[in-house]
Antibody, heavy 122, light 111 residues
Framework: EVLLVESGGGLVQPGRSLRLSCAAS????????MHWVRQDPGKGLEWVSG????????GYADSVKGRFTISRDNAKNSLYLQMHSLRAEDTALYYC???????????????WGQGTTVTVSS | QSALTQPASVSGSPGQSITISCTGT?????????VSWYQQHPGKAPKLMIY???KRPSGVSNRFSGSKSGNTASLTISGLQAEDEADYYC???????????FGGGTKLTVL
């Protein structure tokens, strides 16, 4: 079974840091680009960041550029999102998502995890 | 405000067809055939229903179809069923510095 499981979310004060992880199983991890997508409570989806299968291509949304860093460890079948200088507006459910085969860009996401919640509040 | 514009809600009766629109610009929807559609039930993760404008992933019912004209993409659901009631989001690759954009979502109610 193809599975993505996120972890690392929690309550954090503004300005602090947090690291999210996503454990993948059931497919050849390094064959696929991976992305982070977040969702405000009760609101819409927002693409956050993506990384190619060999980490050679990386992109970020303007809203997180310079504060968030995406990375992956193919030996551990894991995806990460290091978040610094967190703001209240970063509060969301963060999904790990697999890109459809063929390109690293956010073309479409065919497998999603269940998400991990990040709450930024004092 | 979302980059792509969708109607907030649509509704239809069982057996009918509905269409949800998704309007962007020539820098996203109009410029690339990388439009995708997602279904999201309450408390669940999004599910890919359509990608590359009109392709259906394996396992998705052929009642779901996608198309595009200019800067507007559309998702059509035919033969509406109760289980189709959900939120639907469109997405597109974009040539802006933010590479991926979503619509604000459309709540589908099956009457």
């Amino acid at each position: 079974e193809v599975l993505l499981v996120e972890s690392g979310g929690g309550l954090v004060q503004p300005g602090r840091s947090l690291r999210l992880s996503c454990a993948a199983s059931g497919f050849t991890f390094d064959d696929y680009a991976m992305h982070w997508v977040r969702q405000d409570p009760g609101k819409g989806l927002e693409w956050v960041s993506g990384i190619g299968g060999d980490s050679g291509n990386i992109g970020y949304a303007d809203s997180v550029k310079g504060r968030f860093t995406i990375s992956r460890d193919n030996a551990k079948n894991s995806l990460y999102l290091q978040m610094h200088s967190l703001r209240a507006e970063d509060t969301a459910l963060y999904y790990c998502a697999r890109a459809v085969a063929g390109t690293w860009i956010p073309r479409a996401f065919d497998i999603w995890g269940q998400g991990t919640t990040v709450t930024v509040s004092s | 405000q979302s980059a792509l514009t969708q109607p907030a809600s649509v509704s239809g009766s069982p057996g009918q067809s509905i269409t949800i629109s998704c309007t962007g610009t020539s820098s996203d929807v109009g410029g690339y055939n990388f439009v995708s559609w997602y279904q999201q039930h309450p408390g669940k993760a999004p599910k890919l229903m359509i990608y590359d404008v009109s392709k259906r992933p394996s396992g998705v019912s052929n009642r779901f179809s996608g198309s595009k004209s200019g800067n507007t993409a559309s998702l059509t659901i035919s033969g509406l069923q109760a289980e189709d009631e959900a939120d639907y989001y469109c997405s597109s690759y974009a040539s802006s510095s933010t590479l991926g954009v979503f619509g604000g979502g459309t709540k589908l109610t099956v009457l």
